[in-house]
């Protein structure tokens, strides 16, 4: 990730670095990789087909570059606009605010194979979506139908603090959690 830059670059086997996607502008799009604008990338991870899950710090949004098609393209799953709602809803309807990580299960993971974990920081939690286990097809803030999940909280209050611990993860507390991975 080349933050700053505002895009995904990947350091190649000959050692020369190739840009993934990203205008290098900060702004909010889809479609073609290079021409997309990315606002603070801030985490990614994979699935097995090679399509690379980025959690967009202030897009607010889950992006992903999928190269699995005619051609190359990114698309949001995840997020609408700055806010705090969404929860049982699609996850292109959902609100984050500030966006720090992604986790995407790994096959036979026991909170759900394929399903991705999301920091939402400001928020105070950690939201699930469900499109391993629970895929739906929805349209996304661009107007484009996409395979996303629902969206549920997973872990935390909402409230800032640092309560919980020996109790359900959905009744703990956290303190605005930056963590790069969920």
Not at 55 to 69: E, I, L, S
Not at 120 to 133: H, S, Y
Not at 139 to 155: C, I, L, M, Q, S
Not at 161 to 173: I, Q, V, Y
């Amino acid at each position: 990730l080349d933050w700053n830059n505002h895009m995904l670059r990947r350091l190649e086997e000959d050692g020369t670095v190739s840009r993934v996607c990203g205008a290098g502008i900060p702004g909010d799009s889809e479609g073609d990789p290079l021409l997309t604008q990315l606002n603070h990338p801030s985490a990614v991870d994979f699935d097995p087909q090679g399509r690379v899950y980025m959690a967009a710090w202030h897009n607010h949004m889950v992006k992903v570059y999928d190269p699995t098609g005619a051609s190359p393209t990114v698309y949001t799953i995840a997020g609408s606009v700055q806010g705090n709602s969404g929860d049982g809803g699609a996850a292109t309807a959902a609100k984050y605010n500030l966006l720090p990580g992604i986790l995407r299960l790994p096959t036979g993971h026991p909170w759900g194979a394929g399903d991705i974990l999301t920091t939402d920081a400001a928020n105070q939690c950690v939201r699930i979506i469900r499109v391993g286990t629970a895929p739906v097809t929805a349209t996304n803030v661009a107007g484009v139908d996409v395979t996303t999940g629902t969206v549920e909280r997973f872990w935390g209050t909402g409230v800032q603090g640092h309560g919980g611990d020996a109790g359900p993860a959905s009744a703990a507390t956290l303190g605005f959690s930056k963590a790069q991975n969920a």
